[in-house]
């Protein structure tokens, strides 16, 4: 069965440095989804592709992070610089034109930054 | 605002005794609501949805509009039940819908 793949599954990082994540969608998907979900909460959106374009990005922090799909197929999610509140669980889902709203969630990236 | 509540953080049930995880919504338009689960070490996956109004598992959710509730429901837990579950709220249309998650409950089923 297809599945969302995410890489690295876990990530430490200092404060002020750099730090990139990847996610490669269920093959076909055009919606792409980053959520990132704090310990002891649920996912919260951060920005939504459909192919290449951002439809939604409302939520996050632009003034250190960006997202790009370049290719409409896998995405890559960046903090720059990473600050002790990005500390959390960053999730990618995907979802097909013809999925009944049905997301797949990858299992994660889990950020520590010291 | 879209917001969904899941007023229990924890929930403690015996194996064979009836369980409701509480999920209330408040969303201006017409509400699609989902259950997903999490099982230990597992991704998030979707458990069921309020248009299907399938038995998954042997839970149920019923959509009340009026209450703006959407309660998962079982009559028997078992200990494979134990895992964190979250109510969701799709909104923003069929083409571009995102989710609105509640903060999730720990079920916990003892044997």
């Known amino acids: 069965e297809a599945e969302v793949a995410q890489s690295p599954r876990y990530k430490i990082t200092e404060k002020s440095q750099a730090v990139a994540f990847w996610c490669d969608p269920i093959?076909?998907?055009?919606?792409l989804y980053w959520y990132r979900q704090i310990l002891g909460q649920g996912p919260e959106l951060l920005v939504q592709f459909q192919d290449e374009s951002v439809v939604d990005d409302s939520q996050l922090p632009k003034d250190r992070f960006s997202a790009e799909r370049l290719k409409g197929v896998d995405s890559t999610l960046k903090i720059q610089p990473a600050e002790l509140g990005d500390s959390a669980m960053y999730l990618c889902a995907s979802r097909s034109r013809s999925s009944k709203n049905i997301q797949y969630f990858g299992a994660g990236t889990r950020l520590s930054v010291l | 605002a879209q917001r969904v509540t899941q007023p229990e953080k924890l929930l403690s049930v015996f194996k064979g005794a009836p369980v409701e995880l509480k999920c209330n919504y408040s969303y201006s338009g017409s509400p699609e609501l989902f259950w997903y689960v999490q099982y230990s070490r597992q991704r998030l996956q979707l458990l069921l949805r309020h248009i299907s109004r399938e038995s998954i598992k042997g839970f149920t959710a019923d959509l009340n509009k009026g209450e703006t509730s959407f309660h998962l429901k079982k009559p028997f837990a078992q200990e494979e039940d134990s895992a964190m579950y979250y109510c969701a709220l799709m909104w923003g249309g069929t083409s571009y819908g995102k989710l609105t998650f509640g903060q999730g409950t720990i079920l916990t089923v003892h044997p």
């Open positions: 093959s076909g998907h055009a919606t």
